[in-house]
T-cell receptor, first 117, second 111 residues
């Protein structure tokens, strides 16, 4: 099946610093990628839709200046958490949309655990 | 407003028996539904999907049923195996690629 990778898998940072998370589709091109956040014992919440070559579309309530998304190529999207604070600590997951014939499927990365001290 | 709901936070099933995970939704315009399986500290893994024009889709041990009039879908796993123990999310989409997830059901399959 299709593979999506994320890097790093976990990161610990000090409050006020910025952290960049990469999402790569390894064996297919993805014009659209998505970023999700999961809080403990809660559902996956869509943060934003990342489109290659254009600005990301953010969901209501998500600060676009805090969560910077760049979809630089058809296989890479990055999420930068700027001026991170402890409340930003969470599990961030990306997904890449793949169209194969008449089937559309999203493939998820393994996630990145962010801990802000 | 939770558009996709999984009202059972957990389910425990004996190995070999059937596991039935349920999902309800409120938006009748959803046109595609999916089930994902998730282990702790990992991303969700796609299991099976169904279009709103169908009422059943089967793939090996996994079958998804859709009841549009009731706005309800279910995932059947038979026979259940210990390796099936994970959190299962249902998700729905509306004309776009964006997925709206339910809150998940933790399935535990015991010997």
């Amino acid at each position: 099946g299709a593979v999506v990778s994320q890097h790093p898998s976990w990161v610990i940072c000090k409050s006020g610093t910025s952290v960049k998370i990469e999402c790569r589709s390894l064996d297919f091109q993805a014009t659209t990628m998505f970023w999700y956040r999961q809080f403990p014992k809660q559902s996956l919440m869509l943060m934003a839709t990342s489109n290659e070559g254009s600005k990301a579309t953010y969901e209501q309530g998500v600060e676009k200046d805090k969560f910077l998304i760049n979809h630089a190529s058809l296989t890479l999207s990055t999420l930068t958490v700027t001026s991170a604070h402890p409340e930003d600590s969470s599990f961030y997951i990306c997904s890449a949309h793949r169209t194969s014939g008449t089937t559309d499927t999203q493939y998820f990365g393994p996630g990145t655990r962010l801990t802000v001290l | 407003d939770q558009q996709v709901k999984q009202n059972s936070p957990s389910l425990s099933v004996q190995e070999g028996r059937i596991s039935i995970l349920n999902c309800d939704y409120t938006n009748s315009m959803f046109d595609y539904f999916l089930w994902y399986k998730k282990y702790p500290a990992e991303g969700p893994t796609f299991l099976i999907s169904i279009s709103s024009i169908k009422d059943k889709n089967e793939d090996g041990r996994f079958t998804v049923f859709l009841n549009k009039s009731a706005k309800h879908l279910s995932l059947h796993i038979v026979p259940s195996q210990p390796g099936d123990s994970a959190v299962y999310f249902c998700a729905a989409s509306l004309n776009t690629d964006k997925l709206i997830f339910g809150t998940g059901t933790r399935l535990q399959v015991f010997p």
